[in-house]
């Protein structure tokens, strides 16, 4: 097992419907059904006999459930659990043990609720002193901030040491607002599974949903990444990091989360387990890496601060890319080398003033109170209420001033900017800042914040992995997800399922464009499609990921894609992270008929009836992961499908 799916075992006809929805698909290996409520009625056994043994679990109150009818009852539901074909039962540890058949092994867990705060170590300690050979021990910390979660990650280097029956294992993770990224990284730090719900039905709060953007398999193998700081919730670089390991899965299984700790030291002396492989560092620990780390670049040591931690070896090495991501942000649109003035002394202004001499810029510094500041280099440094705006080609906005968190505008009482002067924002957050909006009005050039994390994340990326994936892809989901753009609409389905006659009405709805993908791929390549397919379906799926990457960038468009778009890991990887993917549908008879009545070239050698079903089997699951769980029926008539596909694309969408 890895991810299994918790289900409140309540009533029998959706949890059968959920488990056949869930269960078969690559991130779902198993189940737990909660039986805090389970009806008398509920037939345990008929589950088994369809989905396979199960995890049961009924929390009492103590515990954070819902099950109130004492000890007694509790075990009789337990045991009817593991006589129906439970392969694991949960036994808190206020609860007595139960007798259960030899094919029955138990999780002993305890569940920090909140407003308590256990001895961890303690409390496992005791779990293990009642587990037997192939028990599992489960300890459920409670996180409100992210930076809790690590007592609940450091017991995993506790547990190793500790004595045990053969073949126990343990499960520890945290839940709570801030658990979620101790609950992805159990699997990799040796537990057997993590839990996962059906969304809008999480049974425990921090919980995963089916169909949030997690690897397709999540195990030992899987490397550990993340960003440290305080906070972090606001983060963009898991979006940025996830999408960059799907779009190319030769790189192997990764996870990319948001972490928090108290101060840098702490939180690293809690995740020195082999399986972390990197840490992005951010406010306010960027200071702190020197602290940390075992050895540093020369930047790193220039500049006094680092945001990156990379393991080599047995060792961590800090290296610097705030220099590298705003130099490339700024010399994309045009800056060339001449006079670039930097806002703030920081680490990160003053790993922009390394790169910036790297680069033969003569780079100027303005900060309130210049008699404070000391640098590396010998530049000028100005008074913020004294510089001439006028005079640079390039400003570099490196304070916090323009953040929701610090308000405010250095571009104010008639001192603006020159016009086809090059200005940086490093706040991405709002993504048009007041200073942005002075600058562009002055007639300059405005470089988002959100460039120059994009650039510095590519680096880090490089540094950690070898490889630069492409940014295009990349640029457009930040965008989006900042709301500096209205990011398309892709379709995806079998053909005949509607794609391009719904799509083209649906964009004539909404006034967008239409673009169907097929289509832009033959006048491209001058191949027709069926024969390009049987021919060298390699060098057409290479084909078709290149243009998605390309169509990613089209704004205010609805896109119809091919129906194999899916069976390229690549464009798998990079629609699962694209927030507007639906999925359209009829039954199999009805594709069927509406082929045979436009015909195209057969992509195999069966009969049309037999080649729907096939490619249906082969691709169902990978568009259900495409489209989050989007799916749209389009049987029926034309116009009412149309009607409804508007509807719920407005709804799903938030498109107007």
Known sequence: MSLIISLAAEDFELVTKRLTASLGRSLVSGYELRLDRTPADFDLAALVKEFGPFVATCLPVEQGGLFEKGAEAWTKVMQAAASAGANFVDVP????????????????????????????????????????PGDVCKVVAWAGPPMDARRAIRLYQIFVEMDKAEGVRLIAFAQ???????RIF????????????????ALAPGQWELYDFLPEEVGAETSLLGVVGKPTHHSRSPLLWNTAFRQNPSLGGAVY??????????????????VFRAFSVTTPFKDQVLEVADAWTEDVETIGAGNLLLRKGDIWVAHNTDGVGAMEALEEVGLKPGKLLILGAGGAARAVLQEALKRSYQVSVGVRTPDQVKLFADVPVLALDQVKFSEFDGIVQATPVGSPEVPG?????????????VILDLVYHPAQTDFLTSAQQAGATAVYGASMLLHQMLAQFQLVTGETPPIGPLRALLEADLQMRTPPIFLLGMRGAGKSTLGKNLASALSWSFIDADTLLVERHQKPLTEWIQQDEAGFRQAEADLLEELFLADRSVIALGGGVVESPNSLGLLRSHPQVLALHAPLDTLTQRQSKAPRPPLTKLSLEEEVAQLWQQRASAYDLAAGGRWFSTDGEQSSTLDRLVAATRAWHAVN
Do not use: I
Not at 187 to 199: F, Q, R
């Open 409 to 421: 505008n250095f571009f104010r009482n008639g001192r603006l900017p020159k016009r086809g002067s």
């Open 186 to 201: 159990a699997p990799s730090l040796g537990a057997p599974w993590t839990y996962m719900a059906w969304p809008g039905e």
């Open 176 to 182: 709570g607002p801030g658990g979620r990224a101790s």
């Open 93 to 132: 540890l206020s609860m007595p043990v139960p007798d259960l058949p030899s094919t029955c092994l138990r999780v002993h867990s305890v569940h920090e609720k909140l407003g308590t705060w256990l001895d961890l170590e303690e409390q496992l300690q005791a779990l293990v002193s009642r587990a037997q």
């Open 257 to 274: 989360q948001a972490c928090e700790g108290k101060d840098l030291e702490s939180f690293m002396k809690d995740h020195q387990a082999k």
